[in-house]
């Protein structure tokens, strides 16, 4: 498969899955928490099918689009290990959903990075709060959900906090 190829699948991937999210996420409620603001597309979908929904996105550097940048009180700058442990004052309550888009396409580092994140999204999240990542999250508290028949497995994870 072509990087193009690889581009478009998880593009598409990631299109199908947060609308996914939104239809069976139910009466969960809480703010979304993006992890990995990066260009902002993700983001913006996120706000265009959750209207009305707060939305935090954390990223270490500010490189999105200019029409897709969060107010300063949501937009939470720094290293994600240093900073989501400490968001809960700012982010009012737990999450209903955490979409983690962090890869690196290194696969030792995506798995190092998922060995920290993992414990940490479950700390901001409600039970029943979904989470789509990009990268594995392995934890006893988190279900792993089916995915929709278009997505192959393996290129993106869901899970329900238990
Ligand atoms: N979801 C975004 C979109 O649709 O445009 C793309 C996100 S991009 C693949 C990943 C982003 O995560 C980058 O902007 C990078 O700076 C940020 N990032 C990766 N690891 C991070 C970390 N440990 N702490 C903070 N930001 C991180």
Aim: a negative charge; charged letters at 20%; hydrophobic letters at 40%.
């Amino acid at each position: 498969m072509s990087r193009l190829e690889s581009f478009i699948n998880r593009m598409t991937a990631q299109k199908i899955l947060l609308e996914h999210v939104a239809e069976v996420i139910g009466d969960v409620t809480g703010p979304i928490l993006e992890l990995g603001l990066g260009n902002g597309r993700t983001y913006d979908h996120l706000r265009q099918i959750f209207p009305g929904c707060e939305i935090f996105a954390f990223d270490r550097v500010l490189v999105a689009h200019p029409a897709c940048i969060p107010d300063a009180h949501h937009m939470i700058f720094g290293e994600i290990r240093e900073t989501l442990a400490f968001c809960a004052p700012r982010i009012g309550g737990p999450a209903a959903f955490v979409h983690c888009d962090l890869g690196s396409g290194d696969p030792t580092m995506d798995l190092a990075t998922g060995a920290w994140l993992a414990p940490m999204i479950v700390q901001v999240l409600q039970p029943g709060g979904h989470v789509l990542s990009g990268l594995e999250l392995g934890h006893d508290s988190l279900e792993t959900l089916a995915l929709p028949p278009q997505i192959r497995p393996g290129r993106y994870f869901h899970y329900r906090k238990t």
